[in-house]
């Protein structure tokens, strides 16, 4: 069973940037992409990006391309998400998980206008 611990959120002004952390833990990570999710209040959860251990393909939604990079640290067992030009409508709570994975307690990320 794998398990994902958030971390790096924060209050940041319109146009900044934030990096995310996400720790993995688990016997199976090798075979699953890993993606970022968020969820914003009164929202339902939605897809953000994710990236496949192996080989490293990345997908993103559009509302964050070309602003979100997903990249991965195989030996570090760690997944990152660096945002930049940040929007208000990119405050949500942002968690990792893989399809059908459990998901941890999330990061804020709150973006002022």
């Known amino acids: 069973q794998l398990q994902f611990v958030e971390s790096g959120g924060g209050l940041v002004q319109s146009g900044g940037s934030l990096r995310l952390s996400c720790a993995v833990s688990?016997?199976?990570?090798?075979?699953?992409?890993i993606g970022w999710f968020r969820q914003a209040p009164g929202k339902e959860r939605e897809f953000v990006a994710g990236i496949r251990w192996i080989g490293g393909s990345t997908y993103y939604a559009d509302s964050v391309k070309g602003r979100f990079t997903i990249s991965r640290d195989n030996a570090k067992n760690t997944v990152y998400l660096q945002m930049s030009s940040l929007k208000p409508e990119d405050t949500a709570i942002y968690y990792c998980s893989v399809a059908g994975g459990s998901w941890g307690q999330g990061t804020q990320v709150t973006v002022s206008s």
């Open positions: 688990g016997t199976t990570k090798d075979l699953w992409p």
